[in-house]
């Protein structure tokens, strides 16, 4: 949402929004309410009403339709991702392959996430210190998180991590892992206990920051579960490969009966997103990372946007 409101070039505001209990009910019976909010965030939803409201989550459409509604339409509703419901309710909807959401003159569909709004970082004096003492090239590897239908069993970190080494005993070069907010405990811990006593290095605290080994590495390999990581990991323009991981037994039940026509394939589907990123050539493997020349996405977002109020491209 940052990424696209600061490309617009125009002034904006930014709420943050907290629900209570309502917010599990169907966005269908919500209808255009604060119903689902709490009494501390819609305090802040109050007029004069702006001309455009960006949102994202399912949560949030609620909420966005209510804003319209209140402006007696004069709002623009631009929803960002899979907002689960009819995108026609919508003034345009922004998303990406992993969501399939149905073909309409108010859906654009990205190749992959929009840029991430902060600056590079390059490294402090102390991060420089710990970085320039590894050996290069600089192999970050990076955990993401399970959800529903797919997992990162710690043997199949561990077995990318193994790969990485190898690669790094025949090629020289240090693997430095780090995982995110997502990462369950047990991952971690056991690409960390892979890595110790050995040159490399596993991130566990606040030293290196993660911005700071983006800009630092010569390599950077994503697990496949992330569609944020894996984006920002290919706008650095340096080799990127991409780590497999298994569906989980939900998600291969899923995947076997959508395979049959039964039901639609699970959203968000992660497949579909793969598929996008290998036939584009934009991403490679842990033996073959690839770089890949791509125009950050949020400049079509933009234009999309600007074409719904009506504004000329800025230059």
């Known amino acids: 949402m940052l990424a696209l409101a600061q490309g617009l070039g125009l002034p904006f505001e930014t709420r943050s929004l907290r629900y209570n209990v309502v917010r599990r009910l169907d966005n269908r019976l919500l209808g255009r309410s604060l119903v689902s909010v709490l009494p501390s965030s819609a305090r802040w939803l109050q007029p004069p009403w702006p001309d455009l409201v960006i949102a994202i989550g399912q949560r949030s459409v609620p909420v966005a339709r209510f804003i319209r509604h209140a402006s007696r339409g004069k709002t623009k509703l631009v929803q960002l991702g899979n907002p689960r419901m009819n995108p026609n309710i919508f003034d345009l909807v922004i998303t990406l392959p992993q969501y399939a959401i149905g073909k309409s003159d108010r859906v654009v569909q990205l190749p992959f996430a929009m840029g991430s709004p902060h600056a590079p970082e390059p490294p402090t004096e102390v991060e420089s210190e710990i970085l320039d003492a590894l050996p290069r090239p600089h192999r970050l590897m990076v955990l993401g998180g399970p959800n529903k239908h797919w997992q990162i069993p710690p043997e199949i970190a561990v077995s990318a991590a193994r790969t990485l080494v190898e690669r790094c005993d025949r090629e020289g070069g240090t693997v430095i892992a780090i995982g995110s907010p997502r990462t369950p405990p047990a991952v971690a811990h056991a690409v960390e206990q892979a890595l110790d006593g050995t040159r490399h290095r596993f991130v566990g605290g606040s030293v290196p920051r993660y911005v700071s080994l983006l800009e630092d590495a010569d390599e950077i390999h994503v697990t496949a579960d992330s569609v944020s990581m894996l984006s920002e990991a290919v706008f650095t323009g340096k080799p990127v490969g991409m780590i497999p991981i298994p569906a989980t037994p939900r998600g291969r039940l899923r995947q076997a009966v959508s395979n ?56």
Do not use: C, H, N
């Open 260 to 315: 049959r026509g039964l039901l639609p394939p699970p959203r968000p589907d992660l497949r579909a997103f793969w598929t996008s990123l290998e036939q584009e050539g934009i991403v490679g493997t842990l033996q073959a990372p690839r770089s890949a020349e791509v125009d950050d996405p949020t400049r079509k977002a933009v234009g999309a946007v600007l074409r719904l109020l009506g504004i000329s491209r800025r230059q």
